[in-house]
């Protein structure tokens, strides 16, 4: 079954910019999907196909998708946003489902 | 504006069947390439996939609890419905329920419910 991979924590200072990646195998042919959670609460969409945002999130958050490599930058990084990252795809080679990476907590120091 | 909840039991006794209601509003999902889905997160691990109906009725669950697993919808009343058989304290977890974009987001759930936490416990 295909595998995200994610690292479990990223630090950065505030201003500064962050960048979480999600490795997968030729994940660049595949639509990405970044969701953030804070403490207690449910996940948001923050970027969807790769590299668009909803209309409610600031332009700080983009993303990019390459060969086996998709990555989530968080630019000028404040303290809200402090939170735990999962990026998702849909798997439709083998059978259909859905698959989550497993969270980067993003610390702002 | 639109809105997802859950709804069901806080605690189940393993071996006992969870069936969990989704209640939403702001959408319909008679509508094309709309879907519904369940997700789950265990205390402090990741979020995990469980199922997926569409608009057309076609379903989708997890390979890996696909035999204990059955979603089901009633579109008149707006709501999903999940049934996890067999609960086993390994299955305590926030569930949530989130809408599905097939075609206005390429695969992706664009909305999601404030979650409810079951706990599997004698």
């Known amino acids: 079954s295909y595998v995200l991979t994610q690292p479990p924590s990223v630090s950065v200072a505030p201003g500064q910019t962050a960048r979480i990646t999600c490795g997968g195998n030729n994940i660049g042919s595949k639509s990405v999907h970044w969701y953030q959670q804070k403490p207690g609460q449910a996940p948001v969409l923050v970027v969807y196909?790769?590299?668009d945002r909803p209309s409610e999130i600031p332009e700080r958050f983009s993303g990019s998708n390459s060969g086996n490599t998709a990555t989530l930058t968080i630019s000028r990084v404040e303290a809200g946003d402090e939170a735990d990252y999962s990026c998702?795809?849909?798997?439709?080679?083998?059978?259909?489902?859905?698959?989550f990476g497993g969270g980067t907590k993003l610390t702002v120091l | 504006q639109i809105t997802l909840k859950e709804s069901g039991p806080t605690v189940v006794k393993p071996t006992q069947t969870l069936t969990l209601t989704c209640s939403f509003s702001?959408?319909?999902?008679?509508?094309?390439?709309?879907?519904v889905g369940w997700i789950r997160q265990p205390p402090g691990k990741a979020l995990e996939w469980l199922a997926l109906?569409?608009?057309?009725?076609?379903?989708y669950e997890s390979p890996s609890l696909k035999s204990r697993l059955t979603i089901t919808k009633d579109t008149s009343k707006n709501q999903v419905v999940l049934n996890v058989t067999n609960m086993d304290p390994a299955d305590t977890a926030t569930y949530y329920c989130?809408?599905?974009?097939?075609?206005?987001?390429?695969?992706?759930?664009?909305?999601w419910g404030q979650g409810t936490l079951v706990t599997v416990s004698s």
């Open positions: 196909d790769d590299s």
């Open positions: 702001g959408f319909s999902l008679t509508t094309n390439g709309v879907a």
């Open positions: 989130a809408r599905w974009q097939m075609w206005v987001g390429n695969n992706v759930f664009d909305y």
């Open positions: 109906i569409y608009w057309d009725d076609d379903k």
């Open positions: 998702q795809v849909w798997e439709s080679s083998s059978d259909h489902h859905v698959v």
